[in-house]
C-alpha cells in the first residue's frame, strides 16, 4: 500500500506486501481499488493488528524452543520511532543531494500491482508465442527490416531496432520483397523456418544501418509522431555490440526502452525516452486500439491484429525461462516504474 510498509521485524514477520496480500485476501478485496473504497486508514489498522498478533505468537514460539531474547523491547518497524528513523535517513539523503527523481524499468507484477526486487522473482518454464515481423523502411515500399521477439505486447512501445555494428547484414529478395537480416540467419529463417526461396542482394556490416528511419506498424493507431518530435531518434535503427547478437531472431533487435532495462540503456544513449502506457494493473492506457487490453494476458490478440495488417511474417512456440511474482506466482511484466 502507498503510505504504509510493514518492515521487516528481525527478518520474519512484518514484510509490507505479505501482510497486505494476507490482510487483502482475509477481507476479500480483490485490488488496491478495493483496498481504497474499504478505506485505506481502516486497511492499515488491520495490518498493524494482523503483524502485532503474529509476532506475539512468533515470540511465544521462539521462548519454547529456548531462543532467548528482549522481546518486551524489541523493535517494531510499525512503530513511530523506527518510521521516525528511517523519515531522517531519507531527509539527510535529499540534503547530500543523494536522491533524484527518474524512471527506472522494472520488473512489475499486475496481480500485486506493484515493483519487485530481482531477488524476489522465481523462474520457471514457460511456453510463449514468438514472433518474426517486418518494419518498412521509411520512403521505400517493399523493404523491411526483420525482427524478432517473446514479447507481443511490448511492440506498442517499440521506439528503434538495436543492431550491432560489426555483425555481417544482408539485403535479401523474397518474393516482391527485400528484407534486411543478418546474413548468417537468412538461410535458417527465410530458407528453413519460412520455406521461401531467396536472393542475396547485398552484404554489409551493422554500422552502416545506424540512423536509417522506419515506420512502425501501428503509426495510424498510436501518436508516434509526438515522441519523435520530442526524442529525434525515435524509429530509428541504433547500434549495440552488448546486446544484439546472431545466436538466435534475426541479428535486429526489437527496442522498447520503456518496456526492458537493456533497451532503455541503449535508448537512453540515442536521447530516447521510455514510452510505457500501462497502468499498475498492466492495462494499456492512451493507446485507442489496445484500450483496456492486459500486457501479456492479452498477447494473441496483439498478434491476431499485426497480423491483420501484414506485419507478422511467422508465429511460433518457444519454451524459455520467464520470471514470475514469488508471492502470486504469477508472470510479471517490465513497466517504466
Request: contains cysteine.
Amino acid at each position: 500500500m502507498k503510505g504504509f510498509n510493514v518492515w521487516d521485524r528481525a527478518g520474519y514477520d512484518m514484510h509490507g506486501l505479505p501482510t497486505e496480500n494476507k490482510v487483502q485476501e482475509e477481507l476479500k478485496l480483490r485490488d488496491k481499488k478495493e483496498i481504497e473504497d474499504y478505506g485505506v486508514d481502516k486497511f492499515i489498522k488491520k495490518c498493524i493488528e494482523f503483524s502485532s498478533e503474529n509476532a506475539r505468537i512468533m515470540d511465544q514460539d521462539l521462548g519454547k524452543l529456548g531462543v532467548w531474547m528482549d522481546f518486551e523491547n524489541a523493535y517494531w518497524p510499525i512503530k513511530q520511532d523506527f518510521i521516525d528513523g528511517e523519515w531522517w535517513f531519507i531527509k539527510k539523503a535529499w540534503e547530500q543531494k543523494r536522491i533524484y527523481k527518474d524512471k527506472k524499468i522494472m520488473h512489475w507484477c499486475a496481480s500485486c500491482e506493484t515493483s519487485l526486487a530481482k531477488h524476489e522473482l522465481e523462474y520457471e518454464n514457460a511456453k510463449d508465442n514468438s514472433i518474426y515481423l517486418k518494419f518498412r523502411l521509411k520512403s521505400k515500399d517493399n523493404e523491411y527490416f526483420l525482427i524478432w521477439t517473446t514479447t507481443p505486447w511490448t511492440i506498442p512501445f517499440n521506439l528503434a531496432i538495436m543492431t550491432n555494428p560489426k555483425v555481417d547484414y544482408a539485403r535479401v529478395k523474397v518474393d516482391n520483397e527485400i528484407w534486411i537480416l543478418a546474413k548468417e540467419l537468412v538461410k535458417t529463417l527465410i530458407g528453413e523456418i519460412l520455406g521461401k526461396k531467396y536472393k542475396i542482394i547485398e552484404e554489409f556490416k551493422g554500422e552502416k544501418l545506424e540512423g536509417m528511419e522506419y515506420e512502425h506498424p501501428f503509426s495510424k493507431d498510436i501518436d508516434y509522431g509526438s515522441l519523435k518530435k520530442e526524442w529525434k531518434n525515435v524509429h530509428t535503427v541504433v547500434l549495440s555490440e552488448e546486446y544484439v547478437n546472431i545466436n538466435e531472431g534475426t541479428g535486429l533487435v526489437h527496442c522498447a526502452p520503456g518496456s526492458g532495462p537493456e533497451d532503455y540503456e541503449v535508448g537512453k544513449n540515442y536521447g530516447i525516452g521510455a514510452f510505457n502506457t500501462l497502468n499498475e494493473k498492466g492495462e494499456f492506457q492512451d493507446i485507442k486500439k489496445l484500450k483496456g487490453m492486459r500486457a501479456k494476458k492479452d498477447d494473441k490478440e496483439i498478434v491476431r491484429m499485426l497480423k491483420d495488417i501484414g506485419a507478422v511474417i511467422s508465429e511460433k512456440i518457444v519454451e524459455h525461462e520467464y520470471p514470475y511474482c514469488w508471492r502470486c506466482h504469477k508472470p510479471v511484466i517490465f513497466r517504466a516504474t
